[in-house]
C-alpha cells in the first residue's frame, strides 16, 4: 500500500460545499479585501485562543516582521532565535532591520534551549523569538522569566502550533505571536495566508496599523507601514476548518500515540519530547535516527512518503553568511538537521496506512 507524506485532497474534499458557499458570497459581495469572511475569522480565531485580538496578514513571514516592526526593532538590535527552524524565524529579523543571534536547541524537545539563549544575551539584545516546533510547545516559563529578568520582548512561532497549550494556556497568547496559515499547516488555507496574535491590544492595533501602509483612517497614513492583508477567499477556507481544528487536532494526537507505540522500540529510532504540561498537536511527525538517509529511501522504496524538516540549521545557511562569518558551534541543532525524519501526519490518515508506515520501518531494521 502506497502512504502519501500528505494528502490535502482529503481535507479538501471535507468542507467543499460549505466553501463552495462561502465563495459564492464573497465573488456576489465583491469584498475580496478585508471583508465579513476576514472580520469573522479574525474574531473566531481570537475567542478560540484566548486572546486580545487577532490581524490576518498575508503570510506567515509578514506576521513576523510586523511583530518586530511593532515592537520598534532597530538597525543592529540582536534578537535570539533558535538555530533549527525554518528560514523565515531568521529571515524576518533581518527584513526588519535586526540581527539574528543564535542559539542552540535543546537536545530532547529540540525547541529553544533556555540556558543557551540565556547565555547569548548582550547589551545589544532586546527580544527573543521561540517556536513552537513541530506542534510542541516550548519552554514558555523559562524563556518568559529570561525576558522578565534581562528586559526583553518575546515574540512566539506559532507557524506550526495552531491548537497548541502549555498548562491549559493556549500558545499564540504569551506575546506577539506569528502564525502561518500555508496550506500544510494544521490550520491551512489554499495559498498563503498569515495572522498576529498576543495579549496586548495596543500592540496589535499598531500590527494592523502597519500592515495597511501605517493607516488607521483612509489616504491617512501615520506611520510608513506595508500591504499585508488576508484576503476573503482564503479567510472563508480558514473560517471552514477552523471549526474542525480541534477534532483534526486529536486525530494526529491518536496517530502520533500510535506511532509511538509501534516504533518506540524498533532499531535507534527515538521521538522529541514533549515539554512538561504541553498539548502538542504534532504539525509533524518526527523520529530521530543515525541512519535517517538511509531509512528514508527505503521508506520510497516501499511507496511510503517522507520529509526531512530540516535538513541544515540556520546558522549554517549560505544566507546567514555574511552575518556568520565564523557560525557558533550549536551541537544540538546540527545533530538535529541529520538525525530527524518525519512521517506521514495529517488527519485524515487511516490507522491501516500507518501500520503500513510502521511495517516499513521495522523492515528496515529487519524486523516483520
Known amino acids: 500500500m502506497a502512504v502519501p507524506y500528505l494528502d490535502l485532497g482529503r481535507a479538501r474534499d ?77 529571515g524576518a529579523v533581518v527584513l526588519a532591520g535586526g540581527v539574528p543571534v543564535f542559539a542552540d536547541v535543546d537536545p530532547a524537545t529540540l525547541n529553544l534551549d533556555p540556558g543557551d539563549a540565556a547565555a547569548r544575551v548582550t547589551a545589544r539584545t532586546v527580544g527573543v523569538i521561540g517556536v513552537h516546533l513541530y506542534g510542541r510547545p516550548f519552554d514558555l516559563p523559562a524563556i518568559q522569566a529570561l525576558c522578565e529578568r534581562r528586559g526583553l520582548w518575546l515574540v512566539e512561532d506559532a507557524a506550526q502550533a495552531h491548537g497548541a497549550s502549555l498548562e491549559g494556556r493556549r500558545v499564540g497568547t504569551f506575546g ?14 489554499y495559498g498563503d495566508g498569515g495572522a498576529v496574535t498576543g495579549p496586548d491590544a495596543e500592540l496589535l492595533a499598531r500590527v494592523r496599523r502597519l500592515a495597511n501602509h ?21 479567510a472563508a477556507v480558514l473560517n471552514c476548518r477552523l471549526v474542525h481544528l480541534e477534532a483534526d487536532n486529536a486525530a494526529r494526537r491518536k496517530l502520533a500515540c500510535l506511532y509511538q507505540g509501534w516504533l518506540g522500540r524498533v532499531g535507534d529510532i527515538a521521538f522529541p519530547d514533549d515539554p512538561p504540561g504541553a498539548f502538542s498537536v504534532y504539525h509533524q511527525f518526527a523520529v530521530r535516527t543515525a541512519r535517517r538517509d538511509e531509512l528514508m529511501a527505503h521508506l520510497a522504496s516501499r511507496g511510503v512518503g517522507s520529509s526531512i524538516h530540516y535538513p541544515a540549521p540556520l546558522h549554517r545557511q549560505q544566507a546567514m553568511a555574511a ?25 485524515e490518515l487511516t490507522v491501516a496506512e500507518l501500520d503500513e508506515v510502521a511495517a516499513a520501518v521495522r523492515s528496515f531494521y529487519g524486523g516483520a
Not at 25 to 51: I, K, S
Open 14 to 90: 471535507r468542507i467543499a460545499e460549505e466553501l463552495a458557499e462561502r465563495w459564492q458570497r464573497v465573488l456576489a459581495g465583491t469584498a475580496y479585501v478585508l471583508g465579513p469572511e476576514v472580520r469573522e475569522f479574525e474574531w473566531a480565531f481570537a475567542e478560540y485562543l484566548g486572546a486580545a485580538g487577532c490581524v490576518g496578514v498575508a503570510n506567515g513571514t509578514d506576521a513576523l516582521v510586523l511583530c518586530l516592526r511593532a515592537l520598534d526593532l532597530g538597525p543592529g538590535d540582536e534578537v535570539i532565535v533558535p538555530a533549527f527552524s525554518f528560514f523565515a524565524t531568521a
Open 176 to 189: 506577539l505571536a506569528a502564525w502561518s496559515f500555508y496550506p500544510t499547516k494544521n490550520l491551512g488555507c
Open 214 to 234: 501605517g493607516s488607521e483612517q483612509r489616504y491617512v497614513h501615520l506611520e510608513v507601514g506595508t500591504n499585508s492583508r488576508l484576503d476573503s477567499l482564503q
Open 323 to 347: 552575518l556568520l562569518p565564523d557560525p557558533p558551534d550549536l551541537p544540538a541543532a546540527e545533530a538535529a538537521a541529520r538525525e530527524l525524519l518525519c512521517l506521514p501526519m495529517f488527519p
